[in-house]
């Protein structure tokens, strides 16, 4: 058995000496096992070559388990540290400079004038919250993704259904089934990996709104239902955030950008009390044309990168429409209201 395992040292040592790849050394230390455990099956017990290696098929059989269980282990833990450095690295290498992949990724908004590459850098350290990964929350996750948001956080605790995918392109017919968190992240992140995105599969409660809010630089909301929209807005107060907001139903489309800590009204200055139910149906009720999302949602995608990079002149204090059925486009100026119970100065 010795001199089986000083011919496997010298295969090991001397081959690295002599400057064998380890896949090469490893497979003739394999076939040198094979070998070894061939001896000791097709010939006799007393054989001298069998005692000279080892003389037991039993030995060599356990030492082969071993060796196994040791690789398997070692392949392991390299597969889960490389992960976990995946994991750990993304915030120091995605914030950071740009690669050349990213300047050419991004290089149609570096010649804008209003954005440049001090825009692009600040987009890249950006952290932006979606709320809702549905109609709006579509077209705006996939936008701010490809134009390079640094880290975009999306919560929905919904799951994809076959009636979401006539507006919601994000999602596709394989994602049925899936939470839309997770199926936005695959898609957002396929767009463009150089961007890190938190899913939370879970509803936005009162008891986490202020806490995650506050973990952001802006929130987009694209939900469906006034007591997430006024949580929200809240939270946006509380912590100082910008907000955009936007709302659809049938043919029409609205959207702004709340904002008091700039002088702009937040959502409650505008819509003190949530509608009786009758008068703002959802669109499962009152039914919504499929590229309505994409229009609204790409409106807010665009205030969000103007509040990013400090281009242009944000909606603040604006409530832009859009109807698409007759092809109108409106904007009405909007102003805090002192008496407001969420911002206002009482």
Request: negative net charge.
């Amino acid at each position: 058995m010795l001199l089986v395992l000083l011919l496997g040292a010298a295969i090991w040592f001397g081959g690295g000496w002599m400057g064998a790849p380890r896949e090469a050394r490893g497979m003739f230390l394999g076939l040198l096992y094979v070998v070894v455990l061939g001896i000791q099956v097709v010939f006799p017990e007393m054989h001298p070559l069998r005692v000279a290696t080892g003389g037991s098929a039993a030995l060599w059989l356990m030492l082969g388990g071993f060796a196994v269980l040791f690789f398997a282990y070692r392949w392991l833990l390299i597969g889960l540290r490389k992960r976990a450095g995946q994991t750990d690295n993304e915030p120091e290498t995605r914030p950071g400079k740009f690669t050349e992949t990213e300047l050419n990724r991004y290089a149609r908004h570096i010649v804008l004038r209003e954005v440049g590459g001090a825009g692009q850098k600040a987009l890249k350290d950006a952290k932006v919250l979606v709320i809702g990964a549905g109609g709006l929350g579509a077209p705006v996750l996939q936008y701010l993704a490809a134009a390079g948001v640094g880290t975009i956080g999306v919560i929905d605790d919904d799951d994809v259904e076959n009636a979401n995918l006539q507006r919601q392109i994000i999602h596709t017919d394989a994602d049925i089934g899936t939470p839309k968190v997770f199926s936005a992240q695959v898609h957002m992140q396929a767009q463009n990996p150089f961007v890190i995105v938190r899913p939370y599969h879970r509803r936005l409660t009162a008891d986490i709104a202020n806490e995650l809010v506050a973990e952001y630089d802006l929130v987009l909301d694209g939900t469906d239902n006034f007591d997430t929209r006024y949580l929200v807005n809240a939270a946006c107060v509380a912590a100082r955030k910008p907000l955009i907001s936007g709302a659809l139903s049938q043919w029409e489309g609205q959207m702004s950008v709340f904002d008091p800590a700039n002088d702009a009204p937040c959502y409650q200055c505008i819509f003190d009390q949530a509608p009786a139910p009758h008068l703002a149906p959802s669109c499962a009720e009152a039914g919504v044309i499929g590229p309505l999302p994409g229009v609204i949602g790409s409106m807010m995608a665009v205030e969000a990168i103007k509040l990013i990079t400090d281009a242009g002149t944000p909606a603040r204090g604006q409530m832009l429409i859009y109807d698409a059925l007759y092809g109108e486009n409106r904007s009405i100026r909007i102003a805090r209201r002192a008496d407001c119970p969420t911002c206002g100065s009482s």
